[in-house]
């Protein structure tokens, strides 16, 4: 890495000033509506704020909720889409936040395994494959690839019609299909081992991927209107090798590596590995999490810390925000923090300090989804 940017966090006047400027935001300004979903020790979907002062259990005692889909946000923020198996279908079920009630919308083959931010189409195992079911029209289409080994992962662009996932063909092969004309684009791997969809980045039609233990960015928006070529064949080896976590925002992709933590611009066209940026050096076991220009990992000393993202390209000074605690994911507009401690797991708030209590251990603290 580049050894101009990857300088060890020092000055504790820049981490006074942090503290300073996250606890002096005013509160109207900060976690509105922020709300967190779980599925609880009774495998219920539970819906809290963070602040604890709404919590509504949006699934019905008995019910099972589908796996691997499980629930997602929609894109309104507003809404909770929600799986319950229902005799060898999923009923698929439009959770409205502000009135706590809850409908089916679509019934859709099992598994279901991921549907559009807007609510539009699903994507579904299908014949020992994958298929695409358009929620409005009932169309149905089936997708190139054998299914994959994993129980199937399945990412959708939050401002596309695009969904990428992988299967087998002979290998390991990466897809990526506009649910609306049908057309994708595929990367054969050369491999076995799984080529993985990440993550895309937000407002964007740019796809992460990893393969071969290293992780690449593909511009995959000519699938909108037509490719002249494959796009997935021109990706960006974007990451350092052999990274442990990937996550990303509107202009970064960031990841964990040992004990080190770094970020590269998704802009970045070549020698990006080299030109990484270190956001902090005592990460332990637990990945990455970003959310409202926040950036929260769990250190090796055992406490969750955050770095304020702005300090990219200097010198960034991690703060610790709770000893004894790992850390889950943060709300969108970073207001708040998930937490794990003391047997409990909470939502800590950066506003005032204080955390409010969401469940106990026995809930999967990676299952946790702010909207």
Known sequence: MNNKTMRKPTHVLALLIFVAALWAIPTSAQGSGEMVAFLNSAGQVVVSSGDGSYRWIATNPGEIVAQPFGFAWASDGRTLLIGVEAGGVVSLRAADVASQSAAEFAQVSAPLISVSPDRRYAFHGQGGGYGLTDLQTGGALALPLAADSSGGVALWSDSAPLVAYWGSQGNAVLAVVNAQTGESALLDSGRAAPVLPLAW???????????????????????????????????????????????????????????????????CTANCPAAAALAAADAGAGGVAIGGGLLVYTSNGGAVSAVDLGCLGGACQPLVLANGATAGAVSSGGRYVVIAQGGTLSALDLATGSAVYLADAGTRLEQMAWN
Do not use: E, K, M
């Open 201 to 267: 980045r937000p407002g964007n039609a740019q796809i992460l991927f990893r393969s071969a233990g290293s992780v690449y960015a593909a511009d995959v928006r000519c699938l909108l209107s037509g490719c002249g070529a494959n796009p997935l064949g021109s990706a960006v080896d974007l990451l350092p090798a052999g990274v442990t976590d990937v996550a990303v925002d509107s202009s970064n992709a960031y990841f964990q590596s040992d004990t080190v933590i770094g970020a590269v611009s998704l802009n």
